[in-house]
């Protein structure tokens, strides 16, 4: 496992008023769990942001989950970027784009279609604008659940993306880490990202448009058992999970 060369840090701790520190929670600041709901994050991870986002132009959580899911758990100052772009939140404030608001009636269709199913296969994670549909405690099962999801995303619109051991089923908006990425960077020097999860690799490659636009970048990828190869890949810093990426935040302070 690679150390935090400081020469990596550099450009972000040399001036954080002009660089961005953005994460993923789930596997990244909180360990992953068999029930969704009960993921929290490590503790010192808020007093970690906090420091942090005194100091640097930018902090943010970006993350699959409902940004109402992560106000909570996140300090103010961090800018909290939840449903893959679709919520953002900051100080407890929740904002939509109008054009996601619609999708809300056919999401609740889909939750209730999936609650009537009524096995253990679907477990039912409702976002309000997107739907996760959880096989981790019946990987068997996962076959099952991505015909049943795909049937839904041709009856509906929706979309299917793949997650750690479950389906997400989103609207067919151009949003994802991605988008989220580049614009909490727009008009900064430097930025890092890290992340756990296929999800995440969208950000990856935010950032690598993002340096070829001379934008000092740092990827980082979470390692756990459950790994995603083209995470470990892609990254240009591998941390030991969520406590090695706590350590990570204390690193990043001037």
């Not at 954080?16 to 990244?28: I, K, S």
């Not at 100052?77 to 109008?98: K, M, Q, S, T």
């Not at 608001?101 to 279609?113: K, S, T």
């Not at 989103?170 to 020097?189: C, F, I, R």
Request: charged letters at 25%; one cysteine or more.
């Amino acid at each position: 496992m690679a150390a935090a060369d400081p020469a990596l840090l550099a450009p972000l701790r040399s001036s954080p008023e002009r660089a961005a520190v953005l994460l993923d929670f789930d596997g990244t600041l909180a360990p992953i769990v068999e029930r969704a709901d009960a993921a929290t994050a490590l503790p010192g991870v808020r007093a970690a942001l906090t420091a942090l986002a005194e100091v640097y132009a930018v902090v943010a959580i970006v993350s699959g989950r409902p940004a109402a899911y992560l106000v909570p758990q996140v300090p103010e100052g961090v800018v909290i970027n939840g449903l893959y772009g679709l919520e953002w939140a900051r100080d407890g404030e929740i904002r939509r784009p109008p054009e996601a608001e619609r999708w809300a009636a056919v999401v609740d269709e889909v939750a209730a279609a999936a609650a009537a199913v009524g096995t253990d296969a679907l477990e039912v994670e409702h976002k309000g604008l997107s739907l996760t549909l959880h096989y981790r405690t019946h990987p068997d099962d996962a076959g099952e659940v991505l015909v049943w999801a795909t049937d839904q995303a041709e009856r509906t619109g929706l979309v299917v993306r793949e997650a750690k051991m479950s389906l997400e089923l989103h609207p067919p908006l151009s949003y994802d880490k991605g988008s989220a990425v580049e614009e909490l960077v727009a008009g900064l020097d430097a930025a890092c990202f890290m992340g756990d999860d296929v999800g995440d690799l969208p950000a990856f490659a935010a950032l690598d448009r993002l340096a070829e636009r001379g934008v000092a970048t740092l990827k980082v990828a979470v390692t756990t058992s459950e790994s995603v190869k083209a995470m470990v890949e892609s990254a240009d810093l591998l941390v030991d999970g969520p406590q090695g990426a706590l350590a990570l935040l204390h690193d990043l302070l001037p």
